[in-house]
């Protein structure tokens, strides 16, 4: 059976051009009730926004999102007397514990192809009291620490079994004679002794059967097709067709992630290039912290993908093969 629906709503005041002070909010992590009504001028005068379309950008602590008027359930509408208002009923995923910053986008145009970025607003978001680490009150105390206690009276017994067992194996002569086996023992084993390889050691070359002759050294290299076997370093460069290797650097600039990936052009790589990439000292922190990787690669162009959006611009350097 249907009943009212409670809804937090806010008023924002929003210009194309410049900044407007608002009242500060607040909603809350995972609450699907929250509505924003936002008036949006041109430099004091109302916007009509008429057979445009909007998008909401938000940035939050967990990366960015959109909500969009031109899709399906998108969440935003435009309406008003002046077709200057609107409304962006706010997804859960829009927003994330912590400062939350939002702008407009807006297209016009016959093709919607004029894009012009209203000024930001933003509000705070904070976790509800009754979350995923609320632990439940019981009145099972009692049970509980019974449990508890029956819990480590087993840990001792185990601890006190194991130690029965040390015992009996050392009273048998087992730890003497390991020490006889030992690398300063009388009787060390060695890797030949048990028809193992020196720890140092070098394999045959490819014999015409595929398998391993009896050549001074078998070199293996990885390329784009593979685990490639040479005798000779030089050998394996030129099954790989490696002639020469370029280090470049790129910047991925902090504002440039877009749903947690961007694409940034670097000269001379190739769709088919074999390339090293790997973070500039300074940016090594905030690269692992964000989990960031080269995820595609196209002409003149890598594409890095994170987890977590940088907060800071990073470098990376990426050596070409040739």
């Known amino acids: ?50 057979g445009c379309r909007v998008l909401a950008i938000f940035s939050k602590s967990t990366g960015t999102s959109s909500q969009d008027s031109g899709a399906e359930g998108g969440g935003v509408t435009i309406g008003g007397a002046a077709m200057n208002e609107v409304t962006i009923r706010l997804f859960n995923t829009s927003f994330a514990p912590g400062m939350v910053e939002c702008e407009l986008q807006v297209y016009s145009g016959s093709s919607l192809t004029t894009l012009v970025t209203s000024a930001k607003f933003n509000f705070t978001c904070r976790r509800g009291i009754l979350n995923d680490e609320t632990v439940c009150s019981t009145n099972e105390y009692p ?56 720890e140092v050691h070098a394999h045959g070359g490819l014999t015409g059967d595929g398998r391993l002759g009896t050549a001074e050294g078998c070199f293996a290299m990885t390329g784009a097709g593979g685990l490639l076997m040479a005798r000779t370093a030089e050998e394996a460069k030129s099954l790989l067709n490696i002639t020469a290797a370029t280090g470049v650097e790129a910047a991925l600039p902090a504002s440039g992630w877009v749903d947690n990936a961007q694409t940034v052009n670097v000269a001379g790589v190739a769709a088919n290039s074999n390339v090293i990439v790997s973070p500039a000292p300074e940016s090594m922190q905030a690269w692992a912290e964000s989990a960031v990787y080269c995820s ?24 070409i093969l040739r």
């Not at 937090?8 to 005041?13: N, P, T």
């Not at 162009?301 to 940088?310: D, E, G, N, R, W």
């Open 143 to 198: 049970l509980l620490a019974e449990l508890m206690a029956q819990a480590a009276e087993a840990v001792e017994t185990a601890e006190t079994a194991a130690a029965a067992a040390y015992a009996a194996a050392a009273a048998t002569g087992q730890d003497a004679h390991a020490a006889r086996h030992a690398a300063d023992g009388p009787d060390p084993v060695s890797p030949g002794s048990i028809g193992a390889a020196e």
């Open 1 to 50: 059976m249907g009943g009212t629906e409670v809804l937090k709503q806010f008023e924002i005041a929003l210009d194309i051009s410049r900044s407007i002070s608002n009242r500060a909010f607040t909603v809350v992590e995972g609450d699907t009730g929250n509505v924003l009504h936002i008036t949006l001028t041109d430099d004091g005068e109302p916007a009509d926004l008429s």
């Open 296 to 319: 595609a690669q196209g002409a003149g162009t890598l594409t890095f993908t994170c987890t977590a959006v940088p907060e800071s611009a990073l470098t990376a350097h990426v050596l």
